[in-house]
């Protein structure tokens, strides 16, 4: 059985295709600070263990 990843609706875009975090902004015009902030945001999401969204299915 293959590594079973948990993506919620809009989590794409603060991860990396490996599952990890994406520290910088994806746009060079977008506020880093404020990027930075979402990505710490979302990570408390994480930390609460909020129920996923969307469950994604990824082979290994």
């Known amino acids: 059985m293959g590594a079973v990843s948990v993506l919620r609706a ?3 875009k603060f991860h990396y295709s490996d ?3 994406r520290w910088t902004a994806p746009d060079p015009e977008y506020d880093q600070e404020v990027w930075e902030e979402q990505v710490r945001q979302h990570k408390l999401g994480h930390l609460r263990n909020e129920p996923p969204r969307v469950r994604i299915r990824r082979i290994v």
Request: net charge negative; no cysteine; aromatic share 0%.
């Open 19 to 21: 599952g990890s975090h």
């Open 10 to 12: 809009g989590d794409e």
